[in-house]
C-alpha cells in the first residue's frame, strides 16, 4: 500500500511564502514523474508542476512560473512545492501526486498515487 502524505499548507497573506512537501512510502515512486495540483472550489483539478527525476526536468503552468518552484529530496522521499509571491487566485486545495509509468504531465488522470491533499487559502 503506497501512502502519501502532504504538509505544509496554510493561511497567509498576499505576496507571502509557503513550501508544501510531500513525502512518499515507496521509494521507487522517485524514478517517475511526480506533480503538485489544486483545485479551487466549483473548478476542475489543475496541474500546477511536473518534476522528471530522470532528466531532472521540470514544467510549470504559466499561472505559476517564475513564482513557484518544485523540487525533491531522493533521500527523503520527499516531493516539495516552495510557493512566493502568493495571490488570491492561488487558494486551493493542493495535491501531489506520483505516476508509474513513463512520460509526463499535468494531466490528472495520468496520475497513479495521490495524496489527500493540503488546503492553501491566500487573502488579499
Known amino acids: 500500500q503506497v501512502q502519501v502524505d502532504e504538509s505544509g499548507g496554510g493561511a497567509v497573506q498576499a505576496g507571502g511564502s509557503l513550501r508544501l512537501s510531500c513525502t512518499f512510502s515507496?521509494?521507487?515512486?522517485?524514478?517517475?514523474?511526480m506533480a503538485w495540483f489544486r483545485q479551487a472550489p466549483g473548478k476542475e483539478r489543475e496541474g500546477v508542476s511536473c518534476l522528471t527525476p530522470s532528466t531532472g526536468n521540470t514544467y510549470y503552468a504559466d499561472s505559476v512560473k517564475g513564482r513557484f518552484t518544485i523540487s525533491r529530496d531522493k533521500g527523503k522521499n520527499t516531493l516539495y512545492l516552495q510557493m512566493d509571491s502568493l495571490k488570491s487566485e492561488d487558494t486551493a486545495m493542493y495535491y501531489c501526486?506520483?505516476?508509474?509509468?513513463?512520460?509526463?504531465?499535468?494531466?490528472?488522470?495520468?496520475?497513479?498515487?495521490w495524496g489527500q491533499g493540503t488546503q492553501v487559502t491566500v487573502s488579499s
Open positions: 501526486a506520483a505516476r508509474t509509468g513513463s512520460g509526463w504531465s499535468l494531466i490528472a488522470s495520468w496520475y497513479d498515487y
Open positions: 515507496v521509494s521507487s515512486l522517485f524514478d517517475r514523474a
